[in-house]
């Protein structure tokens, strides 16, 4: 009877523990079934930017275009026998080997000179034929620099950075997709604005960076010399001066004249008056 009695209560205690341990598992299992979609995005918000994932679902390794990036930068300043020649002359040179003008500004005549500014976007690879050819059309060259600017560590680095917003965004696209309540899926929405806001600012660099290193720049200046005879001091000048003083002088005598039409009617009439007259008493 005592061993009985040993048995049963053995058997009680065992029976009570596998109970307790099956509803500790139960209330584990709800817990994680009833997690809120607010627990990862928490996780998300403390994401830094910059941090990317090393999970096979967001691989790190994207390719990076590690090449050494330079951007070059040209300004010429010469004196030409004619302006418009040499303008010509500069267009078709950046024409052939592939350019374009950006922009260009033409002066009046100021100091007995005439000038010319215009602004070349060249592909890099041509820069230093196009610069030859721009100065074997100058007469005389005044200035002529040349910049050049690594920008290889700026380049990659704004080019990591666009790529692990890209990404940031990418996880928070599925973070989306896989809430249910609705003030998560407006604070991902609201996050996902920031990323999309971030993103488009820096393509804008990037793409800007990557402009000026296929095209370099080229700004040239160039003017037409006064001739001697143009100065003021040559015999040639001071003839054709003169004739243009008597043209000017005649030309507002003549208006000046004109504008007493009204005395040169009445005079022409008395005129006419006395003639016909002088016929009657002849």
Request: proline share 2%; with cysteine.
């Amino acid at each position: 009877m005592k061993t009985c009695l040993i048995l049963f209560t053995a058997f009680a205690l065992m029976s009570s523990c596998n109970k307790s341990t099956d509803q500790d598992d139960n209330d584990k299992t709800l817990e994680l079934k009833m997690a809120p979609v607010s627990t990862q995005n928490e996780r998300e918000d403390n994401l830094s930017i910059g941090e990317v994932s090393t999970s096979a679902e967001f691989p790190t390794v994207f390719r990076t275009d590690t090449s050494r990036k330079i951007i070059k930068n040209g300004d010429l300043k010469f004196s030409v026998k004619n302006v418009a020649t040499a303008r010509n002359k500069i267009v078709s040179a950046i024409k052939s080997v592939g350019g374009y003008v950006s922009e260009e500004a033409e002066s009046g005549y100021e100091n007995n000179r005439k000038e010319y500014s215009i602004t070349l976007k060249v592909p890099a690879k041509n820069f230093d034929k196009l610069l030859h050819d721009i100065s074997s059309t100058a007469d005389n060259i005044d200035s002529k620099n040349i910049q050049i600017e690594d920008i290889t560590s700026e380049y990659i680095d704004t080019q990591t950075r666009l790529d692990n917003k890209k990404k940031l965004e990418k996880r928070y696209l599925e973070l989306l997709e896989s809430a249910v309540k609705i003030g998560d899926m407006l604070q991902i929405e609201n996050k996902l604005s920031e990323i999309r806001s971030d993103i488009e600012s820096v393509e804008r660099q990037f793409m800007q960076m990557k402009k000026q290193v296929v095209y370099s720049t080229i700004t040239v200046n160039f003017y037409s010399q006064a001739k001697p005879s143009e100065t003021g001091k040559g015999f040639f000048y001071l003839v054709r001066a003169s004739f243009n003083e008597g043209l000017e002088f005649l030309g507002k005598a003549f208006f000046k004249i004109l504008s007493f039409w009204p005395f040169i009617l009445i005079l022409l009439g008395v005129l006419i008056l006395y003639k016909k007259r002088k016929r009657k008493l002849a």
